[in-house]
Each structure stands twice: as C-alpha cells, then as structure tokens.
C-alpha cells in the first residue's frame, strides 16, 4: 500500500540535496539541523529506501535519492502551482506605474507581460517619460509605483511612501 509523501519532508530533501548540506539545507527552510534530520529519517522511513550516503566530508544521493530528487522538483513545483492558483490575491484594479521610456521597452516588457498575464485581475497603466516627470506625477499622487533615475545614479523603483520621506 503506498503512503502520501509529506510536502514539507519533500521540501526539506531538496534543500538538503541543492544545497549538499544540512546546516545550509536548516537555514533555508527554516528548521534546525535536528528537525531536518529528523525529517529525513522519517522519509526514509515512510520509503522503506537509504535516500542519502553520509561521509564526515560528503553527502551525496544514493540512486533511490536521485529517483525522488526527480519525483520531488515535480510535485513541489506542482503543489506551489496549485497553492499559488487558489491563494492568489483577491485585489483587483488599477495599478498605475511610472517608467523611463528607455527602461519600458529595453528592460520590463517581458516582466510586465509575465506579471498581467499572472494577475489578470489586476491592470497595469502604464505612464512613460523623463525620471523627473514621473517623480513629480509620484509625488502628485498620479500614480503608485515608479521606476526612475534618482541623482543621476542606477534606477530605483520607488512607491509613494518612499519618496515622502523626509
């Protein structure tokens, strides 16, 4: 009889085998090294297979661990897939953003296509123009997210609580 995978275990095991470590593989999902441990003991467990081959100097995957690296990367895009789909914000509108006219094309078309093509729910007006322009349609409560040159340095992407601050 197969048993469920735990997402979290499945989550913990491709921490562990990206990173080659479970100090680095603790760290980033947020566990200590004995809760990762731990859960890498009970996946073995629920298995019935050795998963990974311990060395004081290396980890490495055994060929059982290669088979569920494959089988984990797939669910856990699949189950933030879903997650993603059935939590997505319930905000809908208009979000009103400022950008440099050599920045719009060059740098954020494929970024503001992937974006509306994610958040259908939400339209993007989009406003063009010189850095000074849209800092002063910023500051006039024109629009809520701007992308501009600030001090003649490298673009910074501003909102208006940014730009209020004394």
């Known amino acids: 009889m197969a048993h469920a995978l735990d997402i979290d275990q499945l989550r913990t095991f491709l921490a562990i085998a990206e990173l080659g470590s479970f100090t680095k593989a603790a ?13 890498i003991k009970r996946l073995e467990a629920r298995l019935g297979v050795r998963l990974l081959e311990r060395s004081p100097r290396r980890l ?6 290669e088979m569920l690296l494959s089988y ?3 669910i856990l895009r699949l189950n933030d897939e879903a997650a993603s789909y059935f939590n997505r914000s319930k905000i809908a509108g208009v979000i009103r953003v400022g950008l440099p006219n050599d920045y719009a094309v060059a740098f954020l078309q494929g970024v503001i296509t992937e974006y509306t093509r994610q958040h259908p729910e939400i339209s993007l007006e989009l406003h063009c123009g010189w850095s000074a322009e849209i800092l002063d349609r910023l500051r006039a409560d024109e629009l809520d997210l701007a992308v501009a040159m600030v001090n003649n340095e490298r673009a910074q992407y501003l909102s208006r609580s940014w730009i209020e601050r004394p």
């Open 27 to 39: 760290d980033a999902v947020n566990k200590t090294q004995s809760a990762v441990s731990m859960q």
């Open 60 to 65: 490495a995957l055994t060929s059982e661990g």
């Open 72 to 74: 984990a990367r797939e």
